[in-house]
């Protein structure tokens, strides 16, 4: 079946490292995105990319990065810089980046740093 | 961008038709309207989506007003498993695929 894959589910860091975050997508989808979302609140967007080599910052980027080297993977990393880490990290795609293109979302990644 | 409103919560017994309403009254005509809902600790789920035209599928049904300032999503028969939050989001008319997700509704199916 086609659909986006992330990893792990759970996720354990020391405060003071780098950590990276899986996803992979095998929707053939062009645009990909990062979205952070935390205890009884909605989802924020932090990167979003187009296409390939291409990537944008989206609402509270500070402290994160990500790379898209590839169509079907979109990893993002969380560093040392971004002050409150823990969260529920969720990937997600849609087949180009209209508005008549659904968001296709991950199961997610749950970072704990102490 | 168009921004949305919900309830914070709704009940709804087991069987019965869950009518789910949103408020946007800022939307612009090139805007669809999108309903997500997530199951704890799961990602979002896409359920449908319109742009002027009621729209049913599978899942659910989606009646959008004539002027386009509010819609509702229908679940026909409610079961325990469609308890979650439900977002209603409406896409950004630009070239990108932008969504500003809220705090959503959170529907509690009961027995």
């Known amino acids: 079946d086609g659909g986006i894959t992330q990893s792990p589910k759970y996720l354990f860091r020391k405060e003071g490292q780098n950590v990276t975050l899986s996803c992979e997508q095998n929707l053939n989808h062009d645009a990909m995105y990062w979205y952070r979302q935390d205890p009884g609140q909605g989802l924020r967007l932090i990167y979003y990319?187009?296409?390939?080599?291409?990537?944008q910052k989206g609402d509270i980027a500070e402290g994160y990065s990500v790379s898209r080297e590839k169509k079907e993977s979109f990893p993002l990393t969380v560093t040392s810089a971004q002050k409150n880490p823990t969260a529920f990290y969720l990937c997600?795609?849609?087949?180009?980046?209209?508005?008549?293109?659904?968001?296709?979302f991950g199961n997610g990644t749950r970072l704990t740093v102490t | 961008d168009a921004k949305t409103t919900q309830p914070p919560s709704m009940d709804c017994a087991e069987g019965r038709a869950a009518n789910l309403p949103c408020n946007h009254s800022?939307?612009?005509?090139?805007?669809?309207v999108y309903w997500y809902r997530q199951i704890h600790s799961q990602g979002p789920q896409y359920i449908i989506h319109g742009l002027k035209n009621n729209e049913t599928n599978e899942m659910a049904s989606l009646i959008i007003t004539e002027d386009r300032k509010s819609s509702t999503l229908i679940l026909p028969h409610a079961t325990l498993r469609d308890t979650a939050v439900y977002y209603c989001?409406?896409?950004?008319?630009?070239?990108?695929?932008?969504?500003?997700f809220g705090s959503g509704t959170k529907l509690n199916v009961k027995p």
């Open positions: 800022t939307i612009s005509g090139n805007e669809y």
């Open positions: 990319s187009q296409i390939v080599n291409d990537f």
């Open positions: 989001i409406v896409s950004p008319d630009h070239n990108f695929n932008k969504f500003y």
């Open positions: 997600a795609s849609s087949r180009d980046i209209v508005g008549n293109s659904p968001l296709h």
